[in-house]
């Protein structure tokens, strides 16, 4: 089988082969997703990335020695292209690290109050969301022919271009803003409200199903079989989520990437006032699951401070970056890592001076300082998300798993440990392209369910553990970030 991954830092198409057992997975191409500022817009290249897609093809089929059983792609949420009805793009899709739906969720909040608009979809307003992308797409409300137009998020739009069927995959669908979160489908009143076209919406199919076969034109083009789509799991997270290598029933997560998505997994969504004051999100997750859970800015923070240093003509890895703030000076200075300052992309070293020079703290002057604020601010930020997510469920939480690409920073697995006195349970890196592999598998009946497929990761990548250090420091430093930041 094979899985391509839209990831914010790289994209990566990857095999696997499950042998009834374990599942062994195989890199075979990675290659870069930037964004393109194009005018006064942020776009996808969603061109340049199918090309790619075709090349991890190539080199899938290359690396197997023949075709490849079956094909699902994920990305990150929210973002969609729009397709006119002779299937061609309206547009480059955009990107939503971009502050135009800003004032359009100002006006949709007239029309919906905030309390009422989380009642009825459960996701948290944020001016990423589709729902307030697609209201600032100018093209929609002053195109002529928009009302023949279709929305595809983008996993589905990629398996539409490969495979000619339009579907809306559940999992991809949540991030929208406009599903119902209990009916699991489409919030045709909140469309309605909004002035929003349903026609624009395809019908939702849930996560492991077949969209269709590839296309015979690009079988020819690229000299592979024919062999299906699958719908595995459009969503990024919830793919990585149905990858947790869990053993216990209850535990929170921690997908670790660019974004860090920290949450539990329910089979009902907490739609409470509560809930929606400690901004909790409630997102599909495979088997109709719910993934209650928070955005928190994650390793965002630390990939645009990267490329800021790098425009300066500092060059630095992650490994080396980690390791200069483990050697960094004692932190005092904290972020609030869910502040949407950070969304954008721009001078995050920056940014994170003013920040801390607003809030009255010591201002981080080095290049470690810096890093060590993001690090300590993170775990910091997980520690009150947990007692956020202990709250709302009743429940007492004894372990968290750590999931993604960025579970290699170990510093911050133990940091998180640390500072909230938890046992961390780290792996599997690949996590997302695994859950999307594990969810192929599941749609060609080699695993009948989400607990057979954690079983098999268990089984395939044996996850790390990293237990709580230096228990009263951290419980004294929390003091102190929350009496600054939590409070106000
Ligand atoms: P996404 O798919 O959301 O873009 P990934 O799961 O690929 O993200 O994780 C990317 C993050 O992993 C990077 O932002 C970086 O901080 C971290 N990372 C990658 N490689 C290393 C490494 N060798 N050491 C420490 N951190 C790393
Ligand atoms: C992580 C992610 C997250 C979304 C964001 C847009 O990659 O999918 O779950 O909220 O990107």
Redesign the pocket.
């Known amino acids: 089988m094979m899985a391509v991954?839209f990831?914010?830092?790289?994209g990566r198409a990857v095999t696997g082969h499950f042998d009834g057992e374990r599942l062994s997975i195989q890199e075979v191409h990675r290659f870069a997703n930037e964004p393109v500022q194009l005018g006064d817009r942020l776009h996808w290249d969603f061109l340049r990335l199918f090309h790619e897609l075709k090349q991890g093809m190539v080199k899938a089929k290359q690396q197997l020695g023949r075709t490849p059983a079956s094909i699902a792609v994920d990305t990150?949420g929210v973002d969609y292209g729009l397709v006119d009805p002779k299937g061609q793009l309206v547009g480059n899709p955009g990107h939503y690290r971009d502050l135009r739906s800003e004032p359009a969720m100002r006006e949709a909040l007239k029309l919906i109050p905030e309390a009422d608009l989380y009642a009825r979809t459960g996701i948290q307003s944020s001016s990423i969301n589709t729902v307030y992308q697609l209201l600032a797409e100018e093209q929609l409300s002053f195109g002529q022919n928009a009302g023949d137009w279709r929305m595809l998020f983008m996993p589905d739009l990629f398996h539409y271009y490969l495979s000619g069927v339009m579907a809306s995959e559940y999992t991809i669908a949540s991030t929208s803003g406009l599903l119902d979160p209990v009916k699991r489908d489409w919030n045709i009143p909140v469309m309605e409200t909004l002035s929003l076209p349903p026609s624009l919406f395809n019908p939702i199919i849930m996560p492991g199903t077949r969209v269709g076969e590839l296309r015979p034109d690009i079988c020819a083009e690229l000299s592979v079989d024919g062999m299906p789509v699958i719908a595995a799991s459009g969503h990024?997270t919830a793919a990585a989520v149905a990858s947790i290598p869990a053993e216990a029933s209850r535990y929170a997560f921690i997908s670790?990437?660019?974004?860090s998505l920290m949450g539990i997994e329910l089979d009902e969504p907490i739609l409470t006032e509560r809930s929606r004051q400690l901004l909790f999100s409630n997102e599909g997750g495979a088997e109709g699951k719910i993934r209650l859970l928070k955005n928190i800015m994650g390793?965002?923070l630390?990939?645009e401070c990267r490329r800021t240093w790098a425009m300066e003509g500092y060059q630095l890895?992650?490994?080396e970056l980690?390791e200069m703030a483990e050697h960094a000076p004692r932190n005092s200075s904290y972020i609030d890592a869910g502040d949407a300052v950070f969304l954008p992309p721009g001078n995050m070293p920056q940014r994170i001076q003013e920040y801390c020079r607003a809030t009255g703290q010591p201002v981080p002057q080095s290049r470690p300082e810096i890093v060590r604020c993001i690090l300590e601010s993170l775990a910091f930020k997980y520690r009150q998300t947990l007692g956020e997510i202990e709250e709302l469920t009743g429940e007492r939480l004894e372990h968290i798993h750590m999931v993604?690409?960025?579970i290699?920073?170990r510093l911050l697995c133990q940091l998180t440990a640390s500072v909230t006195g938890k046992t961390v349970i780290a792996g599997p890196?690949e996590a997302?392209s695994i859950g999307n592999l594990m969810m192929q598998a599941k749609a060609h009946g080699e695993v009948h369910n989400l607990a057979e497929i954690r079983q098999v990761v268990r089984q395939s990548f044996p996850p790390e553990t990293y237990l709580p250090q230096d228990a009263d420091e951290w419980e004294e430093r929390y003091r102190k970030y929350h009496q600054l930041l939590v409070r106000h």
Request: charged letters at 10%; a negative charge.
């Open positions: 991954d990831g914010a830092s790289s990150w990024d670790s990437g660019t974004w390793l965002w630390l990939q890895g992650y490994a980690t993604g690409g960025g290699q920073n890196v997302t």
